[in-house]
């Protein structure tokens, strides 16, 4: 092995890319090849019934686990306890790294003053169409971070939260997000989330009124439709900014129906 002046293997990054898993086959081949610059690739998997564990142990740079799906930051967590290298590169399958965005993390990692966390921006695809506003404009999230002492909110169910010590950054160049190919996927994404966010306002002691069941969903869609602009995003606006609504709508039925349950 030729070590380079810095007495380190040469082309290692000491990142560990990690992605969690169910039910991926349409996704996992082309995100796996766009981490082929990580050091390890970790994917866990939560007992998927398509093809997804087969095509990700084809490669053989990738590692695959399964694991029980409890919650998505427990899934997250569990990942972050496998990784053996000091940076995370956490993507979910649906997510494609760009050229400069691949050489800007490479980048940031050689970088001995980088912070400890970098939010990613989003440029969200739907239905294989840019979607330029209907909210999603604004939107990021981390995904490069140093593994010491980070984790996952165990309380944010949805939309999940990572706690770093320290700064965080913002990386230049966006990821690409195909967040989902048709109107039924994104609904049922849409009615999981939902039930998800039911949990998170129970356990926060929410006690939905009329205000909930019927302004929220409205206010959601007109705030994202009319204020975030998604009327520029033509019919795919329309559409997701409904579906977001309807999101909204099942959280507090949802609550309801588990009240009236117990």
């Not at 990054?13 to 082309?30: D, Q, V, Y």
């Amino acid at each position: 092995m030729t070590i380079n002046s810095e007495g380190m293997p040469p082309n290692k990054i000491f990142l560990s890319a990690l992605i969690i898993t169910h039910n991926e086959e349409h996704n996992i081949k082309n995100v796996l090849n766009a981490l082929d610059f990580a050091d390890e690739i970790i994917v866990v998997d939560s007992f998927s019934t398509d093809k997804t564990v087969a095509i990700a142990a084809a490669n053989k740079n990738v590692t695959v686990v399964k694991n029980r799906f409890e919650s998505y930051p427990a899934q997250r967590n569990f990942a972050i306890g496998l990784a053996t290298h000091p940076w995370i590169l956490f993507l979910d399958a649906d997510e494609r790294l760009t050229p400069e965005l691949k050489e800007e993390i490479i980048t940031t990692i050689h970088n001995k003053e980088a912070l400890p966390a970098y939010y990613c921006y989003r440029t969200f695809m739907f239905k294989n169409s840019k979607l330029r506003f209907s909210g999603w404009q604004t939107d990021k999230i981390i995904r490069l971070f140093k593994k010491e002492n980070a984790q996952y909110d165990l309380n944010k169910i949805v939309h999940e939260k990572l706690t770093v010590p320290g700064k965080t950054g913002e990386l230049k160049h966006k990821l690409i997000h195909y967040s989902y190919r048709n109107y039924y996927e994104y609904r049922q994404k849409m009615n999981v989330y939902g039930k998800l966010k039911a949990i998170e306002e129970l356990n926060k002691g929410t006690k939905p009124t009329l205000y909930h069941f019927y302004l929220r969903p409205l206010y959601q869609f007109f705030y994202q439709y009319i204020i975030r602009m998604g009327i520029l995003d033509g019919r795919n606006g329309i559409i997701i900014c409904y579906l977001n609504a309807y999101s909204v709508y099942i959280r507090f039925q949802e609550i309801k129906a588990i009240r009236i349950k117990n």
